[in-house]
């Protein structure tokens, strides 16, 4: 009897593709309502003649889900299909998830990967690899992460005009995508999948706000120079809040280059703290080994420059913003990686040392239903152009969405003072513009928010002396220790002499 050998194909990590062709191959799981939605908006474009269309897929929205249901539908019709990845990394990952899907019929174009095979009529693609070879025959094109605009996939969109392509993204909002597609579709938004439970809620914390003015910008985000100098001083309080405020949850944290990440590594080990180190050098082995580190529990997280904004399927319950950016791109992918949900999340805890919130406002907030040319002017944020941004809690430090009074956080309510008007947080001051002499009362009232926020961040006493010193010029004598929860006036004042004292200690 002649027996005759199955091959298979493996990849890394122990998954088959082409397997037995009498075995049953794995169900795709059923589309939610927003993957419904979002095929339904992508077969009516299409049928109406579009060919370079951009689907805007959140983090958690199952864009790899809804990749999928294009690839077989694709098949089904008879049509070739492409599917490129921006980082050599994402490719095996790729191959893994389709063939979680049921798609077993896959080549891959990358150096000489094992599963090399032009025969197959799915080929997953580098695009590091695209620029070198030939291109794949493929009848549709599916581009993840399209808003990064490589060129050989520029090219490719360029030479062939009648094929279709499909982009997908989380953040289709750069400069030029214009000039290349044809329209964006918005199938859901990151605040419905919070609501659905498919994405973590989050809580946010400004604990820092550096002084930026003095920054640079430089393709319409800040100098890397200028913001790592401005960041530098601020090492020990994002330490200390860490320590107060995420000791113990898996932590991701973004820092402005390596200089900067490597400051916050050794300011963390001297707190007794291991955190992780990553940058774009760091290959695809030794970060596993980083992530297998923090979900054992024998590393507290892991700090970052210029990397792990995308592709970060970990359980990341902290996330720490030691970057500014001005980038609402760089701003969701970051926040993003900390929005998966896990077992026992109630939340993610978001600590912004770089005041992006204030700049930038809540993720949620975000929204765009176009796509940018290049000849629009660089964005502002969303500061600069007059719309609302949180603002902090003047008693808990949780950042409150724009026009919401009593924090959902602490349920603090800020007292409306005589004479002031609160809006936004912002104090309009409608009395006299000279503000009369503080008396005992002023200065007790004074004195007791004082006394609240030093034993809120733990000061000791010395914060409270040295805010009614810079306030009324002595040191406090014959007033009350009993502390009393601030109104947003103190919490303005207080604001404004850390950030004298920041620029201070500087110069």
């Known amino acids: 009897m002649v027996t005759e050998t199955v091959r298979t194909r493996e990849v890394p990590g122990g998954m088959r593709v082409n397997p037995d062709l009498f075995a049953k191959p794995p169900s795709p799981k059923p589309l939610r309502e927003h993957q419904l939605r979002a095929m339904g908006m992508l077969r009516q474009a299409l049928r109406s003649g579009v060919r370079r269309v951009v689907l805007a897929m959140p983090t958690g929205a199952g864009k790899t889900r809804l990749a999928a249901e294009i690839v077989n539908g694709s098949l089904t019709k008879g049509n070739r299909v492409a599917f490129t990845v921006p980082a050599i ?23 000489n990967h094992i599963l090399t095979d032009h025969r197959q009529p799915v080929q997953v693609v580098s695009v590091q690899t695209l620029g070198r070879r030939a291109r794949p025959d493929a009848e549709v094109i599916v581009v993840d992460e399209c808003h990064l605009q490589h060129t050989a996939v520029r090219s490719w969109m360029e030479d062939e005009p009648r094929k279709v392509f499909i982009g997908l993204s989380a953040t289709p909002w750069a400069r030029g995508m214009a000039d ?12 419905e999948l919070i609501e659905r439970g498919l994405l973590s809620p989050f809580r946010v914390f400004a604990p820092s706000h550096p002084d930026m003015s003095g920054v640079k ?32 949850l898996p932590t991701l944290v973004f820092a402005v280059n390596r200089a900067h990440a490597s400051q916050l590594v050794e300011q963390f080990a001297a707190s007794g703290v291991r955190m992780g180190y990553c940058d774009a050098h760091v290959d695809l082995v030794e970060r596993e080994y980083l992530f297998r580190e923090m979900a054992a529990g ?116 800020p007292t409306r003072q005589a004479g002031v008007e609160v809006e936004e947080g912002e104090l309009v001051e409608i009395s006299p513009a000279k503000a009369p002499k503080a008396n005992v009362v002023d200065k007790q009232t004074f004195w007791s928010m004082a006394r609240h926020v030093d034993q809120a961040r733990g000061k000791g006493g010395r914060l409270a002396k040295a805010l009614y010193k810079s306030k009324f010029g002595v040191w406090p004598r014959g007033l009350s220790d009993e502390p009393m929860a601030p109104d947003s006036a103190f919490m303005a004042y207080e604001h404004s002499r850390r950030i004298a004292f920041a620029r201070r200690r500087r110069a």
């Open 89 to 111: 990394s994402l490719v095996n990952q790729t191959v893994h998830a389709f063939g979680s899907e049921g798609i077993d019929a896959i080549g891959v174009m990358q150096g």
């Open 180 to 191: 290349q597609w044809e329209t964006l579709l918005v199938p859901v938004q990151m605040d």
């Open 298 to 413: 024998n590393m507290a997280g892991i700090v970052n420059v210029g990397t792990l904004t995308t592709g970060v399927d970990a359980d990341v319950r902290c996330v720490v913003l030691a970057r500014p950016t001005r980038s609402e791109m760089l701003f969701v992918q970051m926040i993003g990686r900390g929005l998966r949900t896990a077992p026992g999340k109630s939340h993610c805890l978001i600590l912004d040392h770089a005041d992006n919130h204030a700049r930038l406002g809540f993720v949620t907030q975000i929204r765009h239903d176009k796509l940018l040319s290049g000849r629009e002017k660089k964005p502002e944020t969303r500061k600069e152009r007059g719309e609302p941004v949180p603002k902090a809690c003047g008693s808990c430090g949780l950042l409150k969405p724009p026009k919401v009074h009593r924090c959902p956080g602490c349920g603090f309510e």
């Open 217 to 248: 910008i430089r393709n319409g985000d800040y100098a890397e120079d200028g913001a790592a100098e401005a960041m530098g001083g601020l090492t020990a309080d994002i330490v200390s809040t860490w320590l107060e405020k995420g000791r113990g």
